[in-house]
């Protein structure tokens, strides 16, 4: 079955990169996703990514794909304090599944 | 359109009551789906609508647990006899079947049990 896993927690300075990483184990997976969610705020969409690309930019946002690996990255350059959020990796096995499917979330910490 | 509104957003209830929850989803949306978050984890799915009709159902899915979109608009998801494990955030999204699959979701709403 599908399984997404992600680290736990992360903590950067502000200005600096972060790289939050997720695994999945479902090859068929093709729409993958990185929604984040504030406290107190429902999940939002960030950026997404179909399997036939290897990376996507978004202003600070750059997506890598690794798919022989089953291995997504979310890169966050120049962190601000406002990036503090829970960051999820979810997938689907094309756009219009009905389910997806999403890991435990990465807490983001980011210290002044 | 203001986006995904749920309603309730914190209910407290006792064992064995029975709880209604009500997603209002982003009108020109024709897909509508629950999902539910504990703490510490990410959300699970329940199960989803195109239009009024439920498509998919999560095994995990207890026969005390129904859902129903009878207009094609609004969503009802109703928990029989609750159960503290049943205590979660119950999340609802919406999109539309030609998309890339993102969700738009609410704010949730925070179940406890006692």
């Known amino acids: 079955g599908e399984d997404v896993e992600q680290s736990l927690f992360l903590s950067v300075r502000e200005g600096d990169s972060s790289v939050i990483n997720c695994t999945y184990t479902?090859?068929?997976?093709?729409?993958l996703y990185w929604y984040k969610q504030e406290p107190g705020a429902g999940l939002q969409l960030l950026t997404y990514i179909f399997s036939n690309m290897d990376m996507k930019q978004d202003q600070r946002l750059t997506v890598l794909l690794n798919k022989k690996d089953k291995h997504l990255s979310l890169r966050i350059a120049d962190t601000q304090t406002g990036d503090s959020a829970i960051y999820f990796c979810?997938?689907?096995?094309?756009?219009?599944?009905?389910?997806?499917?999403f890991g435990d979330g990465t807490t983001l910490t980011v210290k002044p | 359109d203001t986006g995904v509104s749920q309603n309730p957003r914190h209910k407290i209830t006792k064992r064995g009551q029975n709880v209604t929850f009500r997603c209002d989803p982003i009108s020109e949306h024709n897909r509508l789906y629950w999902y539910r978050q504990t703490l510490g984890q990410g959300p699970e799915f329940l199960t989803y609508f195109q239009n009024e009709a439920q498509l998919e159902k999560s095994r995990l899915l207890s026969d005390r647990f129904s859902a129903e979109r009878p207009k094609g608009s609004f969503s009802t998801l109703e928990i029989q006899r609750t159960e503290q494990g049943d205590s979660a955030m119950y999340l609802c999204?919406?999109?539309?079947?030609?998309?890339?699959?993102?969700?738009?979701f609410g704010e949730g709403s925070r179940l406890t049990v006692l």
């Open positions: 999204a919406s999109s539309f079947e030609d998309s890339t699959g993102e969700l738009f």
């Open positions: 479902d090859s068929s997976s093709t729409y």
């Open positions: 979810a997938e689907k096995y094309r756009a219009n599944a009905g389910k997806s499917t």
